[in-house]
């Protein structure tokens, strides 16, 4: 069965470098999505990219933050200069695009923590 | 600003017996309703959805029902069985902000099932 599969699993920095978080979307799938969840808190919304642009953002998607589809599968989420307060899981979701078709895949997430 | 509220943080059942798992919502632009399950360390699984031109849907195990006028609807899990032990997330999406679909979530529900 296709899943969503997210990379690294881990990643640990230090406050002010540059992460990159990376996700290969189901093959057919047109809607590509970040979430995050701060421990103990809720899944948020992030970001929604489709047909190569960002169709839409939360008010937690700052200029810090940047998504990108370089290729044909990998779907990536950059944050330039990480804050502590960044230390999430961040999941990212597919979804096949159909009209009314609402269900989103969601990857195992990438746990990021920020020194 | 808690558009889609789970009250109970946890609940313990028996195994055999119902679970039902309650999701309350603010937002009247909501049209689609979806149920995630989170085991430690793993990604949302998704696992059953509902539209608001339905007050019921069944698949197996897991019924979902909606009561569009109290804004509230509910997981049923019928027998309940150990492996169901996880986090039960209710999710919200609406047409309102065009195709995107984004999911708003709640808190989740740890359900324990016990042998």
């Known amino acids: 069965e296709p899943e969503v599969t997210q990379t690294p699993s881990h990643q640990v920095t230090q406050m002010g470098q540059e992460v990159i978080l990376r996700c290969v979307p189901i093959s057919n799938h047109l809607y590509f999505y970040w979430y995050r969840q701060i421990l103990g808190q809720k899944v948020e919304f992030l970001v929604s990219?489709?047909?190569?642009?960002?169709?839409?953002k939360s008010e937690i998607f700052d200029d810090q933050f940047s998504v990108e589809r370089p290729d044909g599968s990998n779907f990536t989420l950059k944050i330039r200069s990480t804050k502590l307060e960044d230390s999430a899981m961040y999941f990212c979701a597919s979804r096949m695009g159909l009209a009314g078709v609402h269900e989103q895949f969601f990857g195992p997430g990438t746990r990021l923590t920020v020194l | 600003d808690q558009q889609v509220k789970q009250n109970s943080p946890s609940l313990s059942v028996q195994e055999g017996r119902i679970s039902i798992l309650n999701c309350d919502y603010t937002?009247?632009?909501?049209?689609?309703f979806l149920w995630y399950k989170k085991y430690p360390a793993e990604g949302p699984t998704f696992l059953i959805s509902?539209?608001?031109?339905?007050d019921k849907n069944e698949d197996g195990r897991f019924t979902v029902f909606l009561n569009k006028s109290a804004k509230h609807l509910s997981l049923h899990i019928v027998p309940s069985q150990p492996g169901d032990s996880a986090v039960y997330f209710c999710a919200a999406s609406g047409q309102s902000g065009g195709s995107n679909y984004k999911l708003t979530f709640g808190k989740g529900t740890l359900l324990t099932v016990n042998p």
């Open positions: 937002n009247s632009m909501f049209d689609y």
């Open positions: 509902i539209s608001s031109i339905k």
């Open positions: 990219f489709y047909n190569n642009e960002i169709s839409e």
